[in-house]
């Protein structure tokens, strides 16, 4: 199952820390479980987790930090463990 | 004073629009770059951008708002609310720079701004406040002050409100976690660590007491909007009068918000909020010190204009009400129509609105930005529309609030339209019988119901 990809739950801001003094949630390379929160998105004033679908490793971010990002848009690519 | 700019967007600058437009005031719009096909700047005579969508780059700064008035002449500010509405420092700017702001005083937004010394002032005026104690900067009386009023306690940022910066606290275990993360929470959000403890009244009601206040120094209620109908604090059903009130009660409270307004030399208009227990005792919880979203049912059952009265007040003009003249008839109820999907856990919906069909006729009254072909974005709060209705009583106005709401369709984005539907129909809500806790308590039963 390899080529996943994380898709952003709502239109907004992309963000791939908790907060600006915070590291980031995932770095590239990185794996991740399926349900791991790896950014945020922010819309109206409500903060979104972006959560990986299932478990793999984060290939490459598609989208850069604060990004604008449409319902549904691919954020990242994740590939088989 | 025959130019004012509005510093804010949507619904509310729209609603400022016109006050101005009667009173033959010119208008100066500030607008982002998410907003340049808003309907605030198409209607404004003149219109500014003054940044990048982020509020924090455009209608929260104030420098541009400023230069903005400046360059375009404007002789007065009006901040409607959020964003700049109740920064003390916008207030105090906008008097530098000779520019009237359509408010109170900066000071009076900063002592009522400082939720804890707001207590301290009501206690002076003989305004009942919930129970509670401030907590000093090591949290060491922290303890103390939650067991003097029994848990569960709230644990609260001074410099918070609007139902921001708040935890609530169930036992004293808890107490040292929750003191840590909100103080570290109301540094980063307000720049303010500063907290306070408040008993936490279970089944209160949220009720609310609109006042103004003239140069004269004649403050004037307009008695009450009950909101009680909340989800994570947020309001999203007011009403006036509130069902739960009797008279001596709503005497006495709206008395009680005119002596608080009184203390702090309070111009211009503001809300008392309370929350009033099972036995009708009212304790103060905060001032708002602008124009509130939910002004409009006020104006229906008073039929004065609050925002051509914050204008005179502002242009250093008496107010045109006195308090033997208010009188409140029928009963109003605001539905807030939110860009947010009820059955999705209220998930924000913004996008493009394919299809807009406003409710009309007799007592009801949209205020709205929106219109079709809109792209509602997501850069700002989700309130797209109130919708308004009035009538000669409360159960009346629930039947015209159905009739309105099944007129009203907005298609393209998810809205919290039909949650009203529900709402109208639901027997609580009928008989006025909710507080605070109720709304979240029954969207809680309905997803346990649709799981099973």
């Known amino acids: 199952m390899a080529d996943n990809k994380i898709k952003a739950p709502a239109p907004g801001t992309f963000y791939r820390r908790p907060s600006p003094d915070e590291d980031p949630y995932v770095e590239e390379g990185d794996r991740v479980e399926s349900g791991q929160v790896v950014g945020l998105v922010e819309v109206m004033k409500n903060f979104i987790d972006v959560k990986a679908p299932q478990d793999g490793v984060v290939e490459t971010f598609l989208v850069a930090n604060e990004d604008l990002v449409e319902a549904g848009q691919d954020v990242a690519a994740l590939a088989d463990a | 004073m025959d130019k004012v700019l509005i510093a804010n967007r949507s619904e509310i600058a729209v609603r400022v629009l016109r006050a101005c437009r009667e009173l033959d005031l010119a208008t100066v719009a500030v607008y982002s770059d998410a907003d340049a096909d808003a309907l605030h700047v198409r209607e404004a005579d003149e219109a500014v951008r003054i940044g990048k969508p982020q509020a924090q780059d455009s209608y929260l700064n104030i420098e541009r708002i400023i230069d903005a008035a400046r360059e375009t002449g404007a002789g007065a500010i009006h901040p409607g609310y959020g964003f700049v509405s109740e920064n003390p420092r916008f207030a105090a700017a906008c008097e530098e720079a000779g520019i009237a702001f359509v408010g109170p005083s900066a000071s009076a937004i900063a002592a009522m701004g400082d939720k804890a010394a707001a207590r301290r002032i009501a206690r002076e005026a003989d305004v009942p406040v919930v129970p509670g104690g401030e907590v000093s900067a090591n949290g060491g009386d922290a303890l103390r002050a939650a067991e003097e009023v029994s848990f569960p306690v709230l644990v609260k940022a001074a410099a918070g409100g609007g139902g921001r910066g708040i935890r609530v606290v169930r036992e004293a275990g808890e107490l040292d976690g929750a003191l840590a993360a909100a103080a570290r929470e109301a540094e980063a959000a307000f720049g303010d660590p500063t907290l ?80 009033v227990d099972r036995e009708g005792r009212f304790y103060f919880i905060e001032m708002n010190t602008r124009l509130q979203v939910e002004h409009g049912v006020t104006e229906m059952v008073t039929g004065v204009d609050l925002v051509r009265q914050q204008l005179r007040v502002a242009a250093g003009e008496p107010l045109e009400i006195s308090q033997d003249a208010v009188r409140a008839q029928g009963c109003s109820i605001e539905f807030r129509i939110n860009a947010e999907d009820p059955d999705q856990d209220f998930l924000p919906s913004p996008g493009r609105i394919e299809a807009l069909e406003l409710p009309g006729g007799p007592g009801v009254r949209i205020d709205t930005a929106i219109y079709a072909g809109y792209s509602v974005v997501p850069f700002y709060d989700s309130l797209i529309a109130k919708l308004i209705v009035w009538a000669p009583d409360r159960e009346q106005a629930l039947r015209r609030g159905r009739r309105a709401l099944s007129e009203l369709r907005i298609e393209g984005i998810a809205t919290t339209t039909p949650l009203h539907l529900r709402l109208v129909d639901d027997d609580r809500v009928r008989d006025g019988d909710v507080d605070t806790g109720y709304l979240e308590r029954l969207l809680a039963t309905a997803e346990e119901e649709a799981v099973a």
């Open chain 2, 196 to 275: 306070y403890i408040e008993k936490l009244l279970e089944s209160a009601r949220h009720v609310e007491v609109q006042v103004i206040g003239d140069a004269g120094a004649d403050v004037v209620h307009l008695f009450e909007r009950e909101c009680s109908l909340q989800r994570r604090r947020q309001k999203l059903v007011e009403e006036s009068p509130s069902p739960g009130l009797d008279p001596a009660t709503r005497e006495q409270m709206s008395a009680a918000a005119v002596r608080l307004a009184e203390a702090v030399g309070y111009t211009n208009a503001g809300t008392v909020e309370f929350l």
